[in-house]
Each structure stands twice: as structure tokens, then as C-alpha cells.
């Protein structure tokens, strides 16, 4: 069966600091990969998405980037954490036409 | 514009039946999902439609209207622990693109 997982669960960081979050997938083959946010209160958003090895596609321009160096890697980093960076993360796969599945998220706090 | 409007909350007491509604516009349809998100974890799959229709799944049924860019989940025999949000979300292409609307706070009272 398939599963996903995401780490770290929770996070505090400084303004200032670099991020890595990474994900990874196992149980199947040339997934797609995504990355969303959730503020508190709010929907999902989605950040990054990946449908191969190496391509990432961005939604939103921000201070967050994304790599994929394997097929069921998905890391999400960032240089330099600014304060509006807080939030809920949320990484997930799909085969493309079926629904999405959700790791458990990592709360990320920027202090 | 591309928008995903449901309510924002809504409370019934146990046992009862409760509609949420979601209507969307978007650039793009390959399906419409339903998703349940309790406080501080992960959205998990609940239901899926892509042709028009009713579709049901225990205590859970969806319904879509293509053409009125239009989706309903019921949830019957409310129980504590369906208290939760609930997303409606629209896959707009074969890639699995997710646009999802700000999900409906679901409050069961006993």
C-alpha cells in the first residue's frame, strides 16, 4: 500500500533562518507531488507541484522554493524564513486523476 | 475569476442530517472532490464526483451539477465525531491540480 511521509511534524524557526521540509512517497511509481499551505482558518493553498523528477511548477511567487531530486522526494526550503512563512504545510500525491493523500503536515511557527 | 465558495460554518445536533454546499468556477474541471479536515491534521479523502449525479458512500453522499458549477455534500446520522471541516476541491486537469475552497466548519451539538 501506499504511504507518504512528511517531517518535521512541528517547527519553530527565526526570521532569517533557512527551512527544509522534506516528503517522500513510497508504494508507488512517478507519483505527482504536491505542496500546499494552510493558514489558520483558512483552505489550502497550493505552492509547488511536480509531475517528474526535476520539474517543479510554482503557483504563487514567494520566498519558498521546491526540489525533486528523486522520483518520490519532495523538499520544500526556503533561504530565508520571514514571519509570514507561519503556517500549516502540507505535502501530497496523486496519480493525477485520482484524489489527492496528505501527509500528516508540519506546523511551521517563524518567530 | 476562478473561485470555490462554501459556507463557513455550520452546527446541527447528532443524529441529524446536514447539506454542505460548494459552487465553483474555475478554469478547468477533471472532478470534484470532498475532503475531511479535523483541527490540526491532514485532509482525508471522502468522495468524488465527475459525472453529474448522486454518489453515495455510507453516511456520505455527494452530488454534482456540471452545469451549475454545483456540489453538495450530505452527511446523515451526524455523529460528535463528524465535527470537523469539510473542503470541497475541484481537480482542474489531468495533472491533479487541486484548487480547493476555505472549507465548511461543521459543529455537532448533542
Known amino acids: 500500500s501506499q504511504t507518504i511521509h512528511q517531517w518535521p511534524a512541528t517547527l519553530v524557526q527565526p526570521v532569517g533562518s533557512p527551512l527544509s521540509l522534506e516528503c517522500t512517497v513510497e508504494?508507488?511509481?512517478?507519483?505527482?507531488l504536491y505542496w500546499y499551505r494552510q493558514a489558520a482558518g483558512r483552505g489550502l493553498q497550493l505552492l509547488f507541484y511536480s509531475v517528474g523528477i526535476g520539474q517543479i511548477s510554482s503557483e504563487v511567487p514567494q520566498n519558498l522554493s521546491a526540489s525533486r531530486p528523486q522520483d518520490r522526494q519532495f523538499i520544500l526550503s526556503s533561504k530565508k524564513l520571514l514571519l509570514s512563512d507561519s503556517g500549516f504545510y502540507l505535502c501530497a500525491w496523486t496519480l493525477g486523476d485520482t484524489e489527492a493523500f496528505f501527509g500528516q503536515g508540519t506546523r511551521l511557527t517563524v518567530v | 475569476g476562478q473561485n470555490i465558495d462554501q459556507p463557513t460554518e455550520m452546527t446541527a445536533t447528532e443524529g441529524a442530517i446536514v447539506q454542505i454546499n460548494c459552487t465553483y468556477q474555475t478554469s478547468g474541471f477533471n472532478g470534484l472532490f470532498w475532503y475531511q479536515q479535523h483541527a490540526g491534521e491532514a485532509p482525508t479523502f471522502l468522495s468524488y464526483?465527475?459525472?453529474?449525479g448522486l454518489e453515495e458512500k455510507g453516511r456520505f453522499s455527494s452530488f454534482l451539477s456540471r452545469s451549475k458549477g454545483y456540489s453538495y455534500l450530505l452527511l446523515k446520522e451526524l455523529q460528535m465525531k463528524d465535527s470537523a471541516s469539510y473542503l470541497c476541491a475541484v481537480n482542474k486537469n489531468s495533472w491533479g491540480k487541486f484548487q480547493f475552497g476555505a472549507g465548511t466548519q461543521v459543529v455537532v451539538t448533542p
Open positions: 464526483n465527475v459525472l453529474d
Open positions: 508504494g508507488t511509481s512517478n507519483p505527482n
